[in-house]
């Protein structure tokens, strides 16, 4: 048979930039793009991280990966990743706004203002740079795209992580005012991620009782996600597969309306 349904997931001539992607959901997104065939550059505060994730990613998949220092919330240090991935591959057709982050509140009452404008930059601010950054370069690109690494906790009730849930949510806002902004020209989606159990949870003040709690959630599957289903889920909105998907949020947090808060 000469129809190959995998044809159009694949990411070959695709320039991508991945922020946060030196470890776990950003590096899952990473090596699934690269072994599609794109080249792929992530951007990481951990800049030691990031370059040797990407090694490790260059050197599994036979593809080119590179990694960089870049601190999200610093437009200068945007400037800089933007200007080397367009130096090394030659221009950008795909963003992936992967980072993202909040810990949990002790008291959901009493949350410092700074708490949710530090949220705001790093989870939604930050997105909105990264995008402005590339557009001159996503504009001329085939099948250009920005997906953003949502939260499910930007659509249900989640007093314990208030800040982040908040920036999130406004993520939501901006990824559907984008994609209408930029119609014809980028498409833009958001995926809905649900629990995925990493060691940042430990410096997000999750101990490991609530971790272990998280184990057995009250999703559809009974499981916390893998790095892997989103990687999976994020191939096919950059890939040509979902060229006709864009202003969409996807839920890839295991089905179901219950959000599992970590108790008290
Ligand atoms: N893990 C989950 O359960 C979960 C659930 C819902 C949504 N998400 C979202 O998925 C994305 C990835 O989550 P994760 O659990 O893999 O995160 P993580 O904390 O494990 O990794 C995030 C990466 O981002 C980098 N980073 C942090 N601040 C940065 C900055 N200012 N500039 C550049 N890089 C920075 C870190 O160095 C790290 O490598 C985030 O947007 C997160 O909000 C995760």
């Known amino acids: 048979m000469s129809f190959d349904p995998f044809a159009e997931f694949r990411m070959d001539g695709h320039t991508v930039i991945i922020t946060g992607g030196a470890q776990n959901i950003g590096a899952g997104i990473a090596r ?3 072994a599609a065939g794109a080249k792929v550059m992530i951007a990481d505060l951990n800049g030691e991280l990031a370059a040797e994730t990407a090694a490790g990613i260059a050197r599994e998949t036979g593809q080119v990966c590179r990694g960089m220092a870049c601190d999200v919330t610093d437009k200068d240090a945007i400037d800089a990743v933007v200007a080397a991935t367009v130096k090394e591959f030659g221009g950008i057709s795909t963003l992936v706004n992967n980072v993202g982050w909040g810990g949990r509140q002790d008291d ?3 949350i410092p203002e700074d708490e949710f404008v530090r949220s705001y930059k790093l989870n939604t601010i930050s997105a909105y740079r990264m995008s402005m950054a590339c557009l001159p370069y996503l504009e001329k690109a ?3 795209s920005i997906t953003n690494s949502g939260s499910f906790s930007s659509a249900v009730p989640a007093y314990d992580i208030l800040p982040y849930a908040t920036a999130k949510a406004a993520l939501n806002q901006m990824m559907v005012s984008l994609a209408h902004l930029l119609n014809k020209k980028v498409r833009v989606n958001s995926i809905l991620i649900g629990t995925v159990i990493t ?3 430990a410096d997000a003040g999750i101990t490991p009782e609530m971790q272990e709690r998280m184990m057995h959630p009250d999703n559809l599957i009974g499981h916390p996600g893998r790095p892997q289903d989103i990687a999976n889920a994020m191939l096919w909105l ?3 597969a979902a060229q006709w998907v864009s202003g969409q949020t996807i839920n890839v947090h295991g089905g179901g309306s219950v959000v599992r808060l970590f108790g008290r």
Do not use: E, I, R
Request: proline share 13%; charged share 0%.
């Open 32 to 34: 699934t793009l690269c």
């Open 108 to 110: 959901p009452a009493a």
């Open 142 to 144: 085939q099948n250009a």
């Open 199 to 201: 060691a940042g949870y």
């Open 238 to 240: 950059c890939s040509p």
